[in-house]
Protein backbone atom coordinates (compact mmCIF):
# COMPACT_ATOMS: atom_id res chain seq x y z
CA UNK A 1 0.00 0.00 0.00
CA UNK A 2 1.45 3.38 -1.04
CA UNK A 3 0.67 6.28 0.53
CA UNK A 4 0.78 9.81 -1.35
CA UNK A 5 0.52 13.30 0.08
CA UNK A 6 1.18 16.65 -1.68
CA UNK A 7 2.47 19.74 -0.73
CA UNK A 8 3.60 22.83 -2.27
CA UNK A 9 0.39 24.34 -3.74
CA UNK A 10 -1.27 27.69 -3.13
CA UNK A 11 -1.75 31.42 -4.37
CA UNK A 12 0.31 32.66 -7.25
CA UNK A 13 -0.65 35.38 -9.73
CA UNK A 14 -0.45 34.59 -13.36
CA UNK A 15 3.26 34.50 -15.12
CA UNK A 16 4.10 32.77 -11.48
CA UNK A 17 5.75 30.06 -10.86
CA UNK A 18 5.10 26.81 -7.83
CA UNK A 19 6.78 23.62 -7.05
CA UNK A 20 4.26 20.66 -5.78
CA UNK A 21 6.27 18.14 -4.20
CA UNK A 22 4.70 14.61 -3.65
CA UNK A 23 5.97 12.57 -1.00
CA UNK A 24 5.28 8.77 -1.31
CA UNK A 25 5.75 6.04 1.42
CA UNK A 26 4.80 2.05 2.13
CA UNK A 27 5.36 0.19 -1.06
CA UNK A 28 7.44 0.08 -2.98
CA UNK A 29 7.22 3.39 -4.79
CA UNK A 30 10.48 3.65 -6.65
CA UNK A 31 8.90 0.72 -8.95
CA UNK A 32 5.78 2.86 -9.76
CA UNK A 33 5.01 5.32 -12.82
CA UNK A 34 4.02 8.57 -10.85
CA UNK A 35 1.61 11.06 -12.57
CA UNK A 36 -0.07 14.52 -11.60
CA UNK A 37 -3.71 14.90 -12.55
CA UNK A 38 -5.97 18.36 -11.58
CA UNK A 39 -9.50 18.52 -11.45
CA UNK A 40 -11.19 22.06 -12.30
CA UNK A 41 -14.10 23.64 -10.68
CA UNK A 42 -16.88 21.80 -13.15
CA UNK A 43 -14.73 19.65 -15.04
CA UNK A 44 -13.46 16.61 -14.90
CA UNK A 45 -10.05 15.13 -13.60
CA UNK A 46 -7.65 15.61 -16.08
CA UNK A 47 -3.88 14.49 -17.18
CA UNK A 48 -1.24 16.83 -16.28
CA UNK A 49 2.43 15.31 -16.26
CA UNK A 50 3.81 11.78 -15.48
CA UNK A 51 7.26 9.93 -15.19
CA UNK A 52 8.06 6.60 -15.94
CA UNK A 53 9.34 4.02 -12.65
CA UNK A 54 12.85 4.38 -14.19
CA UNK A 55 12.66 7.70 -14.41
CA UNK A 56 13.72 8.07 -17.57
CA UNK A 57 10.84 8.73 -19.82
CA UNK A 58 8.28 12.01 -18.86
CA UNK A 59 4.96 12.69 -20.63
CA UNK A 60 2.91 15.93 -20.48
CA UNK A 61 -0.05 17.33 -21.40
CA UNK A 62 0.18 19.63 -24.36
CA UNK A 63 -0.81 22.96 -22.34
CA UNK A 64 1.98 21.60 -19.98
CA UNK A 65 4.70 21.31 -22.34
CA UNK A 66 7.59 23.95 -21.81
CA UNK A 67 6.09 25.42 -18.52
CA UNK A 68 5.80 22.51 -16.49
CA UNK A 69 8.55 19.73 -15.68
CA UNK A 70 8.24 16.42 -13.50
CA UNK A 71 11.32 14.91 -11.75
CA UNK A 72 11.32 12.01 -9.25
CA UNK A 73 13.93 11.50 -6.26
CA UNK A 74 13.67 7.55 -6.07
CA UNK A 75 16.17 8.00 -3.40
CA UNK A 76 13.70 10.48 -0.99
CA UNK A 77 10.84 8.85 -2.62
CA UNK A 78 9.70 12.09 -3.66
CA UNK A 79 8.10 13.41 -7.07
CA UNK A 80 7.97 16.77 -7.93
CA UNK A 81 6.17 19.00 -10.40
CA UNK A 82 7.61 22.62 -11.01
CA UNK A 83 4.84 24.47 -13.10
CA UNK A 84 6.24 27.76 -14.35
CA UNK A 85 4.30 30.61 -16.60
CA UNK A 86 1.20 29.92 -14.96
CA UNK A 87 -1.92 31.23 -16.18
CA UNK A 88 -5.57 30.83 -14.41
CA UNK A 89 -6.68 28.08 -16.43
CA UNK A 90 -4.02 26.42 -14.66
CA UNK A 91 -6.85 26.62 -11.15
CA UNK A 92 -7.16 23.16 -10.21
CA UNK A 93 -6.63 20.65 -7.75
CA UNK A 94 -3.81 19.03 -8.10
CA UNK A 95 -3.57 15.14 -7.40
CA UNK A 96 -0.81 13.04 -7.11
CA UNK A 97 -0.49 9.32 -8.58
CA UNK A 98 0.84 6.34 -8.45
CA UNK A 99 0.45 3.09 -10.32
CA UNK A 100 2.86 -0.30 -11.38
CA UNK A 101 1.00 -1.49 -14.43
CA UNK A 102 2.07 1.55 -16.53
CA UNK A 103 4.25 0.34 -19.40
CA UNK A 104 7.44 2.84 -19.18
CA UNK A 105 7.17 3.50 -23.15
CA UNK A 106 3.57 3.90 -23.13
CA UNK A 107 2.79 7.63 -23.32
CA UNK A 108 -1.14 6.51 -23.17
CA UNK A 109 -0.40 4.25 -20.08
CA UNK A 110 0.97 7.11 -18.40
CA UNK A 111 -2.32 9.47 -19.08
CA UNK A 112 -4.59 6.71 -18.18
CA UNK A 113 -6.23 7.85 -14.95
CA UNK A 114 -7.41 3.61 -14.23
CA UNK A 115 -3.96 2.63 -14.08
CA UNK A 116 -3.22 4.39 -11.28
CA UNK A 117 -3.55 2.54 -8.36
CA UNK A 118 -2.88 4.99 -5.21
CA UNK A 119 -3.86 8.89 -5.07
CA UNK A 120 -3.56 11.79 -3.03
CA UNK A 121 -5.73 14.21 -1.46
CA UNK A 122 -4.62 16.50 -3.60
CA UNK A 123 -3.60 20.35 -3.63
CA UNK A 124 -5.31 23.46 -4.21
CA UNK A 125 -3.51 25.89 -7.04
CA UNK A 126 -5.31 28.86 -7.71
CA UNK A 127 -3.72 31.47 -10.03
CA UNK A 128 -4.90 34.91 -10.29
CA UNK A 129 -5.17 36.95 -13.43
Known amino acids: QVQLVESGGGLVQAGGSLRLSCAAS????????MGWFRQAPGKEREFVAA????????YYTGSGKGRFTISRDNAKNMVSLQMNSLKPEDTAVYYC??????????????????????WGQGTQVTVSS
Open 97 to 118: AAGNRIRALSGSDHQTQRLYDY
Open 26 to 33: GGTSSSYA
Open 51 to 58: ISWIATYT
